[in-house]
Structures are given as structure tokens and as C-alpha cells.
């Protein structure tokens, strides 16, 4: 037996946006990352050109040399908008939190001898002024770059470099016994240590790249693969015993860094796979930041590890179709 | 053994000034190459108070809570058809107009912050500008989601997106935000983060979701809701932003005075159509345009520059012009959008009686003698079947982008016109106001994109109305004319299961 309630006729008129149904099909229900993101960013009919920048509008696919008959093709695969990309991060840090919680309780890391401490405040925690300058360059990709395909999880990884750099600043204070003054000894690492004064340079030499994908690409490639991986990655057997408790305490570090890395990959398989120009163009740049990390990482970790962790980036590189 | 454990704030600043470091292999100028062009001086970043101290983690925890919560109401209010419990789909308009209006001023609100998140030397308002500009992108979102379900039922919303870029009354707001994204960074935070946010964001933003609440319409103002806290940071933020460049050097005042006269006015201008959507578009009425300027701008605005009298800073000019004006540009607007329905994506009506003695009893001054009778003229040649429109294409103020259709202080009878020559070029404009703006800065206004010039330059899809229609997408016979006889007033009728007759009454 069947059991009828009788309902008014909701019969859709149409399933989404007109912008959304040119691009998936007409009569198909969208996602809400297609409503959230396609064709959202203005392409026509700007009013004013810039003050600080007459040479080009607000939004311009001049500003970076390479060239996209789409800039809707380089999606997120992660098809990230505002509500799952902070819900992704609430859930990532939750974990990293309890993490915290069983350190502290624990005292795994008041309990480590002095010289393993200064260790880390002086190979681990000035990585946090690397997030800061990682936050700059995803900023400006949002606002410089072209399509919201892109620029907006670029405002998303910005956000989580600052998340990060702030998990760092409170693996610093742990180590100071809430007092800072690990944080200043990092700090001037950051800015005195020779070990450090390649990273330094190489990030700054990345603040006033003016073409946004280079940026991209000198980001992904080089600060990223180079050099962000090294310090979480390849540093356990200097780290001794600290190591477990660090990588407990970085556990949405090596989250992020997955997630991340299947974004910033696609992003640059499928731009460089646009046309023979923009593969040269792009390989280019990927041989010229991989290079400028390398250098930047020797004083850091020696020739070999830096040319091992280098070499490490080529290969990726050249399974996103770039030629190195 | 004592330790110097530190307070919240000390902690907090560690954790986000400290990471900044004065750049050595770059200079810093080359790193930050904007911000001194405006002429603002800036003497001590540090001496910035931090707003409100809000570390990533908890930004994603109370967002991601917000974001549950709000995506729950929105699913439910679409599988449940929530739509049917607006008061009357004449509602639905108030939707169209903000989506098409005012959407996509949050996506550019994002792209904004995003830059001067970037570009402010200092690092306590560039987490905040960032945060900002995390939310923008939010609002954006979410609004686009909430509103989605509303788009498969109704017509004039499936194009917002080409049409903020194109329609001619859309370029008003959308040259708004051009010209602040067109601006340096700190007149970006005074012209948005100041004048829009915090001076004006209560006869907007509020306007809208209570208008949602009046009317049944739970996702919207459950968005509402959820925007809230992110608006009061917003807000901080911006009175943050102003009192900063005006303790850091006195020669910063003239500049920021001048930005809070343009953008106050350059506000005013948009905010005209929030006045009409509040006088003539809700069918359940919040407060009158007139009520709401008295409250929030003559009382609340009063009292903050008051507050920052002490800056040495002035109530922005003309603001007792804006204030005569609120009694007419409600009338004024929806006048002109009456006359050019055929060319708006969104429907019209003339008041009934009921809405007309509500008009006359919230403005006593002027209603009666100045635009009542022309309700009552225009309903009657409706019935008489001489519906009147208005085919002349209009001329635009060269800063405001709204047609020429507002009056001269002290004198509702008479069209207020303005120009000026400038390069041998004669300009035109709808008030003193828009002309100082003009005169202060013609390079910049010179250029812009004005719609009616365009479609006589033909580069809106053809001379004729049913091409600059088509150019725009709209879809003629749907999405503009009036309500009555429209496809919305059909389906809420077979919803509703009444006769279109006795709809329109
Ligand atoms: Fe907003
Ligand atoms: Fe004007």
C-alpha cells in the first residue's frame, strides 16, 4: 500500500546562474563550488585604471606573461569555497590542537635538554618569518591574479600560512616558557644567521616579482618544494628525540602541505598545458626558482642536501609536464 | 623560579607583529610600492592598536561554526520551498536588486582587502585587511548560495553576474567600487573600510536583512545573522584605520578629509537605491528611507564625528544636502526605474493606496505635494491602458553614473545639473557634490564607463532597446517590465492558488 501526500508542483525553471550553466551545461544542477567561484571576477567594462598602476585594470590578464584562453581551466580539484575550506581547516587544527594538549601535558617539550631547545629555536622556529613572507606572495596572487578559479584559494593558503606561522610561534613559546625570548633569538637567526640569510634572500627576492604567475610558480616550486620541505622533512635526525613531539605539534603542516600541493600541482600542469609558449615559459621559471632555492637552502643544509631536495623538485616538475 | 609569562596581548602580538622583519635584500620601498603616493605619512606602524586579536585558528573555528550552521538553514530552507513564505513575491525584486547590486561589491570588496592585506607596510591592519578580505569572499558565497534557490523559480537573477558588468543603473554601483579599487590603499580603507562600513553600512547591509526578516525570508536573514559579527570586526576595523592616519601626522587630515567628503557622497549616491527599495520595494515595510537616514546617519553619524572632532575631522560635506535629499530620492528613483521598466531587470508597480497613505504619513513634507499626484497620474493612465514609459535614453552624472533625474536643494521642481569643462571636453553632473569630485580629480572620472554613452557609441549590442537588451541578457518579457502580468506573479499565483486578478487587485 502507497501512502500519497499531495504537495504543490515545484517545477524548477532553471537549475543555476546563467554563467554557471554555459560552462556545465544547461538543465544541470550546479555544485556549490561552480556557484561559488565561475566566472565570479569582473572581466569587462572597468571604469577607472588604477592610481597606483595605470599601466594596467584592476583585474588584467597582461599582468603575468602567460597566456590562458581560460583562466577557468585551472580549477581546484579540492573545489574549495569559503564554508568547506574553513570547516577543512577547523577539522586539520582540532587534531593539531589535541596534539598541543598531549605535549604540554606531557611536557614534551620543557622536558628536552637546553641544546636540544636552542636547536629548534634556531633550525625550526625562524621558518615562521618564511610563513609571513609565503603569506605576502599568496595575498598577492589574490589580488593581482586573473579569474577567481585561481585567486581565491590563494587568499585560503595566505590565511594558512599565517595559521602556520602561528602554530611555529607557539612551538617557540613552549620552548621559552611563555616568555618570548625564543621567538627574538629565532628572530635574529632569522635575520643574522648565515644558515638562514639564503632562505631570507630567496623570499625576499619573491616580494617584488611583478608577474603573478611567476610568483606562482617561484612559490610552489621553490619556497614550497625546496625549502618549506626540507625544514619539516629532512631534519628528523638532527632533531633526536624532538622529532615525534615537532611532528606532532606540525601535524596540520604536513596536512596543509598535501593539500596544498594537489592544488599548486594541477594549477601548474594544466596552465603549462595550455600552449607550447606557456610550457616554455613556465619551465623556465620552475628551472630559474628550483635553482634560486637550491642556492638559497646550501647554507642551510649543506651542498648535497640542498641539491638532493632540489632534484627532488626537477622530478615533480617534470611530471607536471615542464621540462627542466 | 619566576617566569615573565606574558599577558594575552603581548602573546598575541608575538605571534603576529613579530613575524614581521624589515626586508635587507630588497628594499623595503620595492616591497611595499604603493603606499606613499597618497602623500600619507606614516611615522610608527607600531603604535597601531590591533582592533580585535583574533589568531587563525580560532578565525577558521567561529567561521567554520557559522558556516555549518548557516549552510544547514539554507539546505533546509530549499528543500522545504521556503520561498513560499515571503510575504508576496513583489519581495523577490529586493533579491534581484541585491544580487545584482550588491553581490558582486563584496567579491570586489575581497580582490580590495586582499591588496591592501598586501600592501600596507604595517602588519597589524594587514592580518585584519586579510581577514576582511577572507569574509568579503564569504558574503559573496554565501549570498550567491542563498539566493540560487531563488533563481530557479523566479526570473531576473540568472544573469546578475554579466549584468553587474553591463546594465546601465548597475554601473552605478559597480563604478563605486572601481573607483576605490582604483585607489590607493589608504584611501581604499578610508572610502571602504571607513565611509561604506562603518558610516554607511547600517543603510545598507541592515536595511536589506531586516527587510528579509519583515518579509519571510529566512535564509537571507539567517545570513544575516551570520554576517553580523563579521561586520562589527569590519567596523572596528575602519574607525581603527581612520583614528591611526589621523594621529600619525597632522598633515594626514586634509587627505582623509577630503576621502570622507568623496566616498560619503560617493555612498550617498548608491545608497539611493537601498531608499527606494525600502520605501517602495518591500511589501512589508521595515522603517521609511527618511526614518532610517535620521537614525543612522543624522543620530549615529552625529555622534561619531563628534568623536572624531577631536582629530580635528568634520561632518563630510554636503551632508546636509544628503539629508534634505532623503526626503526625496526614494520617490525620485523609483520614478525613473516606473518609466524605464522595459529596461530593468527587475519588476515595477505603482504604490496601491494603502502603500501611498503610508508614503504620505512618513513624509509629511513632501509627499503629498510633490509625488503622490504623479502615483495617482501614472495608475491611471495604467487603467486607462496609456501605461507611460519613458524611450528617451538619459543623460548620466559623469561621477555618479545615475540619471540626471534629482532635484536642486531647496527646490524639488527643479533638476539639479552641474558641469564643467575640462580638456576642452564639456562634462555633466547631477549635484555640487559629484562635480567637486570631478574637479578634484578629472583624469580618473574622465574615463568613465558610462552606459548611455556607450550604447550610442554602439558598443552595447546595437541602437535599438531590444539590442542593448539582448547585450545585457536580459530577457525581455521576464525579467523587466511590471509585476503584474510578469511569469513571478504567475507562478506565486498557481503557488498561492489564486486568480492573477485578484492579485493585482
Ligand atoms: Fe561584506
Ligand atoms: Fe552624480
Known amino acids: ?45 572597468f571604469h577607472y585604471k588604477p592610481l597606483w598602476e595605470p599601466e594596467y585594470w584592476a583585474y588584467d590578464t597582461a599582468k603575468t606573461k602567460v597566456v590562458m584562453q581560460d583562466w577557468y581551466k585551472p580549477l581546484d580539484p579540492r573545489q574549495y569555497y569559503y564554508a568547506t575550506y574553513n570547516i577543512s581547516r577547523a577539522n586539520m587544527n582540532q587534531s593539531n590542537e589535541r596534539n598541543f594538549t598531549f605535549v604540554e601535558d606531557k611536557e614534551l617539550l620543557e622536558k628536552l635538554p637546553q641544546a636540544t631547545k636552542d636547536l629548534l629555536i634556531n633550525r625550526l622556529v625562524p621558518v615562521r618569518h618564511l610563513h609571513w613572507g609565503a603569506n605576502m606572495n599568496m595575498s598577492e596572487i589574490c589580488q593581482r591574479g586573473y579569474g577567481t578559479a585561481i585567486t581565491s584559494p590563494c587568499i585560503f593558503s595566505a590565511g594558512d600560512h599565517l595559521g602556520m606561522a602561528q ?78 613531539p615537532i611532528s606532532m605539534l606540525t601535524e596540520f603542516v604536513s596536512d596543509w602541505s598535501k593539500d596544498e600541493v594537489k592544488w599548486s600541482d594541477s594549477v601548474i600542469k594544466v596552465v603549462a598545458a595550455e600552449s607550447v609558449e606557456n610550457k616554455a615559459t613556465v619551465s623556465a621559471w620552475a628551472k630559474q626558482w628550483i635553482a634560486a632555492a637550491q642556492d638559497a637552502l646550501t647554507p642551510f643544509a649543506g651542498a648535497d642536501n640542498a641539491k638532493a631536495q632540489a632534484d627532488k623538485a626537477r622530478e615533480k616538475a617534470k611530471k607536471l609536464g615542464l621540462e627542466i | ?156 537573477i540568472a544573469e546578475f553576474q554579466h549584468m553587474h558588468d553591463r546594465v546601465w543603473y548597475l554601473s552605478v554601483p559597480k563604478s563605486f567600487f572601481d573607483d576605490a579599487r582604483a585607489s590607493g590603499p589608504f584611501e581604499f580603507m578610508i572610502a571602504i573600510g571607513f565611509a561604506f562600513e562603518y558610516v554607511l553600512t547600517n543603510l545598507l547591509f541592515v536595511p536589506f536583512m531586516s527587510g528579509a526578516a519583515y518579509n519571510g525570508d529566512m535564509s537571507t536573514v ?156 501614472w495608475a491611471k493612465m495604467d487603467e486607462e491602458g496609456k501605461r507611460f514609459y519613458n524611450m528617451a535614453l538619459p543623460q548620466l552624472c559623469q561621477t555618479c553614473q545615475i540619471p540626471m533625474a534629482y532635484t536642486e536643494p531647496g527646490d524639488p521642481t527643479q533638476i539639479s545639473f552641474r558641469c564643467t569643462e575640462w580638456n576642452g571636453e564639456m562634462y555633466h553632473f547631477c549635484s555640487d557634490g559629484c562635480k567637486d569630485i ?57 503557488w498561492k492558488g489564486k486568480a492573477p486578478a485578484e492579485a493585482a487587485e
Not at chain 1, 15 to 43: M, S
Not at chain 2, 21 to 30: A, F, I, P, V
Request: aromatic share 14%; glycine share 6%.
Open chain 2, 222 to 377: 539567517t545570513f544575516g545573522f551570520s554576517a553580523q559579527s563579521d561586520e562589527s570586526r569590519h567596523m572596528t576595523l575602519g574607525i581603527e584605520v581612520i583614528k591611526f592616519l589621523l594621529e600619525q601626522h597632522p598633515d594626514n587630515l586634509p587627505i582623509v578629509q577630503k576621502w570622507v567628503d568623496k566616498w560619503f557622497w560617493r555612498g550617498f549616491k548608491v545608497l539611493g537605491l537601498v531608499a527606494m527599495m525600502m520605501d517602495y520595494m518591500l511589501p512589508k515595510k521595515v522603517m521609511s528611507w527618511k526614518e532610517a537616514w535620521e537614525i543612522y546617519f543624522t543620530e549615529a553619524g552625529g555622534s561619531l564625528f563628534t568623536d572624531l572632532e577631536r582629530y580635528g575631522l568634520k561632518v563630510p560635506k554636503y551632508a546636509d544636502v544628503a539629508t534634505e535629499m532623503a526626503e526625496h530620492i526614494s520617490h525620485q528613483n523609483w520614478a525613473v526605474f516606473y518609466q524605464y521598466t522595459h529596461a530593468a531587470a527587475f519588476h515595477t508597480w505603482t504604490p496601491d493606496k494603502e502603500h501611498l497613505d503610508w508614503l504620505s504619513e512618513k513624509y509629511p513634507n513632501t509627499f503629498d505635494k510633490y509625488y503622490r499626484p504623479r502615483w495617482e497620474m
Open chain 1, 167 to 244: 602554530i611555529i610561534g607557539r612551538i617557540g613559546l613552549e620552548l621559552d616558557g611563555q616568555t618570548g625570548d625564543g621567538l627574538e633569538t629565532a628572530k635574529d637567526a632569522w635575520m643574522n644567521d648565515a644558515s638562514w640569510q639564503g632562505i631570507r634572500k630567496l623570499i625576499e627576492d619573491t616580494l617584488v616579482l611583478k608577474d603573478w604567475f611567476e610568483l606562482f610558480v617561484a612559490q610552489a616550486l621553490g619556497v614550497n618544494a625546496v625549502i618549506f620541505d626540507y625544514i619539516y622533512n629532512g631534519q628528523d635526525e638532527a632533531f633526536g628525540a624532538a622529532s615525534l
Open chain 2, 438 to 494: 570631478f574637479d578634484d580629480e578629472p583624469e580618473k572620472y574622465a574615463q568613465s564607463w558610462l552606459p548611455v554613452h556607450q550604447i550610442f557609441q554602439g558598443n552595447c549590442g546595437g541602437p535599438t532597446v531590444p539590442d542593448v537588451l539582448n547585450w545585457y541578457r536580459l530577457n525581455a518579457g521576464a525579467d523587466n517590465m511590471d509585476y503584474v502580468g510578469s511569469p513571478d506573479e504567475q507562478i506565486w499565483n498557481s
Open chain 2, 1 to 156: 623560579m619566576a617566569v615573565k609569562k606574558m599577558g594575552l596581548k603581548q602573546k598575541y602580538a608575538h605571534l603576529t607583529r613579530g613575524l614581521d622583519w624589515e626586508t635587507s635584500y630588497q628594499k623595503m620601498d620595492d616591497v611595499f610600492p604603493y603606499d606613499q603616493f597618497e602623500g600619507i605619512k606614516i611615522t610608527d606602524w607600531s603604535k597601531w592598536e590591533d582592533p580585535f586579536r583574533l589568531t587563525m585558528d580560532s578565525y577558521w573555528k567561529f567561521q567554520a561554526e557559522k558556516e555549518r550552521k548557516l549552510y544547514a538553514v539554507i539546505d533546509a530552507f530549499a528543500q522545504n520551498n521556503g520561498q513560499l513564505n515571503v510575504s508576496d513575491a513583489r519581495y523577490i525584486n529586493v533579491l534581484k536588486l541585491f544580487l545584482t547590486g550588491v553581490s558582486p561589491l563584496e567579491y570586489q570588496a575581497h580582490r580590495g582587502f586582499a591588496f591592501t592585506g598586501r600592501h600596507m607596510r604595517g602588519v597589524g591592519p594587514r592580518i585584519a585587511a586579510q581577514m576582511q578580505s577572507l569574509d568579503e569572499l564569504r558574503h559573496f558565497q554565501t549570498q550567491a548560495h542563498t539566493i540560487s534557490h531563488y533563481n530557479k523559480f523566479f526570473d531576473g
Open chain 1, 1 to 45: 500500500m502507497t501512502v500519497e501526500i499531495k504537495t504543490i508542483d515545484f517545477e524548477p525553471k532553471r537549475q543555476t546562474f546563467g554563467h554557471v550553466a554555459r560552462r556545465i551545461g544547461e538543465g544541470k544542477p550546479a555544485t556549490r563550488y561552480q556557484e561559488a567561484v565561475l566566472d565570479v571576477q569582473a572581466t569587462a567594462n
